[in-house]
């Protein structure tokens, strides 16, 4: 966020419903998330907006799309999930990954999961100095469940006519490269590519906010 400004970029982020300062919010559905995003916009009477949606964002960002498509100016997915009309994010991503996030929810109370430190590390953080990786693996927190295997109707989306494009992250371990691959044909356009991992906003963040700068 603070490598946006100088390029006149007035960028906003708050926390979904389940993170962040809204940490106690347990269980929550993915239309919830987009719930929140849509009413942050329209109580702020925002216009002309760009949405980023990173990771599962990319689903989020889907949604609100098909809700406020004239307060947008076009998407942008960074190592974003694209799916279609029916699918949950479980669908999309390896069958041993998906097993084990449900056995982490069903080990929780609240349905909540947690990636342990050295696998964010490993899967997420894997380019980050050291000290940057620190960081992030610091401010993990639990996470809702039911976002994962909620299933999303997406026929409206197809029908809009955004701009849209999609990062795609070379060095990106959190799922195989074909799954990226896929999640940018979907979209349509060749993907942009940056020589970053899944979370470029901490380990490239110079240079993923130039790279956006240029889209906007």
Not at 39 to 63: A, P, Q, T
Request: charged residues 25%; proline residues 8%.
């Amino acid at each position: 966020m603070p490598f946006l400004p100088p390029y006149g970029i007035k960028a906003l982020a708050l926390d979904l419903p389940g993170h962040g300062e809204n940490q106690h919010q347990r269980r929550v559905s993915m239309q919830d998330y987009v719930d929140a995003v849509v009413r942050f916009i329209r109580e702020r009477e925002m216009v002309d907006l760009v949405l980023v949606g990173h990771s599962m964002g990319g689903v989020v960002i889907s949604k609100v799309a098909e809700v406020l498509p004239d307060r947008l100016r076009g998407l942008i997915y960074l190592a974003g999930f694209v799916l279609r009309d029916g699918e949950s994010m479980l669908d999309n991503v390896p069958q041993p990954t998906a097993e084990r996030y449900r056995r982490l929810a069903e080990q929780h109370p609240h349905q909540m999961i947690t990636m342990p430190p050295e696998m964010a590390r490993k899967y997420f953080f894997n380019e980050a100095s050291q000290e940057d990786a620190a960081w992030a693996c610091a401010r993990i927190q639990p996470q809702p469940f039911q976002p994962f295997a909620d299933r999303v109707t997406m026929g409206a989306f197809a029908g809009l006519s955004l701009p849209r494009h999609y990062f795609l992250f070379e060095r990106d371990k959190a799922l195989p490269r074909a799954y990226w691959e896929e999640f940018a044909r979907r979209l349509g356009g060749q993907p942009i590519r940056l020589d970053a991992d899944h979370c470029p906003m901490i380990s490239r963040p110079e240079q993923l906010a130039a790279a956006l700068a240029r889209l906007m």
